[in-house]
């Protein structure tokens, strides 16, 4: 079990049974985004920060990508959904080690 505790002094108090955390990857307005492990395989942690998760328009907000990338799993381009833990984890596909930068150019 891997506990989150601060990511830049914001506390996430998110436990992720199961998970190790491999590497900070980035942040947004309301997560930070993790790349983790289990069982030898990849995903990609997307985690509301806890003042976000309290409020119930950005919990609904994750639940709604969570069901849009559900939809559209399987497709070449776009990373597949795997999880949404407790309202607060959005688990996706790891796309590798690349930048999407690059990619894009």
Do not use: Q
């Not at 990511?7 to 983790?36: H, M, P, Q, T």
């Not at 409020?55 to 990508?65: I, S, V, W």
């Not at 990373?79 to 309202?87: E, T």
């Amino acid at each position: 079990m891997v506990i989150l505790e601060k990511d830049e002094g914001e506390a996430f108090g998110i436990i992720l049974e199961n998970f190790e955390v491999r590497e900070y990857i980035g942040k947004g307005g309301f997560s930070r985004v993790f790349k983790v492990e289990r069982e030898n395989r990849f995903y990609a942690a997307k985690l509301l920060l806890n003042d976000i998760a309290a409020n119930p328009k950005y919990r609904n907000c994750l639940e709604d990508e969570a069901r849009r990338l559900e939809k559209v799993s399987g497709h070449p381009h776009i990373a597949s959904f795997y999880d949404l833990i407790d309202g607060k984890v959005l688990l996706t596909e790891w796309a590798g080690d690349c930048d999407l930068s690059d990619l894009i150019r």
